[in-house]
T-cell receptor, first 114, second 114 residues
Framework: AQSVTQPDIHITVSEGASLELRCNYS??????LFWYVQSPGQGLQLLLKYFSGDTLVQGIKGFEAEFKRSQSSFNLRKPSVHWSDAAEYFCAVGLTDSWGKFQFGAGTQVVVTP | SAVISQKPSRDICQRGTSLTIQCQVD?????MFWYRQQPGQSLTLIAT?????????ESGFVIDKFPISRPNLTFSTLTVSNMSPEDSSIYLC???????????FGPGTRLTVL
């Protein structure tokens, strides 16, 4: 069965510092991978996605993620965080045998300190 | 893109009652889905809303508890029946346009059951 693991429930980072959020997946086929952000009281916003090709994916708001097949990982990074990056981040696997269906990770809550 | 609206945005309901949540999309979409996000939890897929036929439910979800309608390609409803406090969650509508690479989420309906 497919699964998505986000090992870090909560991360605190200083404004201006770098951020890395971990995501590991288990899926039989080549996965479609996504990162979403959910700000307080807001809906889900897509940051970036990986389907194929270049394993380093650029997204919105200065985020990037790298797909590493050998490690079954899709970690999200940002070189310098802003206070507005405080939010909950979800990694998700798109089920290729059923378009539009996602398996979500548990989420990582990011707190940004001054 | 797709603009999704949900009604109501939030509600507080009494135990034993039912609530119907509406999801309206600004364009025709192939696939529509309903997710649940329990407090402090990740998103879990409830069902796929099929146009013109019965919804397809994920393991752990049944039609008697979560009846779903989808009368056309832009609209769907989810009913939470015979509610208990454990049903307190955010319910999100999601749509897919294209071959799995365009997924959009509604703003969610925050339900509190007393």
């Amino acid at each position: 069965a497919q699964s998505v693991t986000q090992p870090d429930i909560h991360i605190t980072v200083s404004e201006g510092a770098s951020l890395e959020l971990r995501c590991n997946y288990s899926y039989g086929a080549t996965p479609y991978l996504f990162w979403y952000v959910q700000s307080p009281g807001q809906g889900l916003q897509l940051l970036l996605k990986y389907f194929s090709g270049d394993t380093l994916v650029q997204g919105i708001k200065g985020f990037e993620a790298e797909f590493k097949r050998s490690q079954s990982s899709f970690n999200l990074r940002k070189p310098s965080v802003h206070w507005s990056d405080a939010a909950e981040y979800f990694c998700a696997v798109g089920l290729t045998d059923s378009w539009g269906k996602f398996q979500f990770g548990a989420g990582t809550q990011v707190v940004v300190t001054p | 893109s797709a603009v999704i609206s949900q009604k109501p945005s939030r509600d507080i309901c009494q135990r034993g009652t039912s609530l119907t949540i509406q999801c309206q999309v600004d364009s025709q979409v192939t696939m529509m889905f309903w997710y649940r996000q329990q407090p402090g939890q990740s998103l879990t897929l409830i069902a796929t809303a099929n146009q013109g036929s019965e919804a397809t439910y994920e393991s752990g979800f049944v039609i008697d508890k979560f009846p779903i309608s989808r009368p056309n390609l832009t609209f769907s409803t989810l009913t939470v029946s015979n509610m208990s406090p454990e049903d307190s969650s955010i319910y999100l509508c999601s749509v897919e346009k294209g071959a799995g690479d365009q997924q959009f989420f509604g703003p969610g309906t925050r339900l509190t059951v007393l």
